[in-house]
């Protein structure tokens, strides 16, 4: 029998075949350069930063801007220095007046409201002593916004009208529609009827 690979030896068994030992691992040396992946973490969160106070910035910035804008407006109140000046103190009731209409019913809380009123204007407001031009809705407007929801029992206290009339006074001196803004001298209300 031929000896060769795989062949038994002539005096029987067959030697194990041993194994090399592997080669021991070098020991890791220490990256010179961060990991992969954490450089990408650091500008990440940079930009973050960086996002989150450029938008306090330009915000604070639009906060100024609004501020000075309302300012110059005369909405937000008065300079240091200045003194407010008010419309109705220097003007004097005109012949300038309006009505509501036509009485319009307003929904109560427990009933209904049938109201008209009459609107008179500063001197400064030249519409004749029927209105001519001047828009009447925003005063119907007002009425809706000022009773609305209201209860009966809030309407018939005592010195109820003189307080509501008043209050209809100042929300009508709110409206920005001319010439409404600040030039409604007093109201009257002609109709005032509830149930």
């Known amino acids: ?55 306090l910035v330009l915000l604070a910035g639009l906060a100024v801007g609004v501020l000075f804008a309302l300012k110059a407006l005369g909405i937000l109140g008065v300079g240091m220095n200045q003194e407010p000046t008010s419309i109705q103190s220097e003007a004097k009731l005109g012949k300038t007046t309006i009505t509501t209409g036509e009485p319009i019913n307003i929904n109560l809380k427990n009933g209904y409201l049938a109201f008209a009123a009459t609107v008179y204007f500063d001197d400064t407001v030249n519409g004749g002593e029927s209105g001519g031009d001047i828009d009447t809705s925003p005063a119907r407007n007002a009425a809706y916004l000022l009773f609305k929801g209201m209860s009966v029992e809030e309407l018939g206290k005592s010195g109820a009208i003189a307080e509501l009339q008043e209050k209809y006074q100042d929300l009508l001196n709110k409206e920005v529609i001319p010439p409404y803004d600040g030039h409604v001298m007093a109201v009257r209300f002609t109709t005032f009827a509830y149930q």
Not at 2 to 23: E, F, Y
């Open 1 to 55: 029998m031929p000896v060769g690979v795989g062949a038994k030896p002539a005096g029987g068994a067959a030697k194990p075949v041993t194994k090399l030992a592997a080669t021991p691992a070098k020991p890791a040396t220490p990256p010179s350069e961060p990991p992969a992946g954490s450089v990408g973490k650091q500008r990440n969160i940079l930009k973050i930063v960086l996002a989150v106070v450029l938008s």
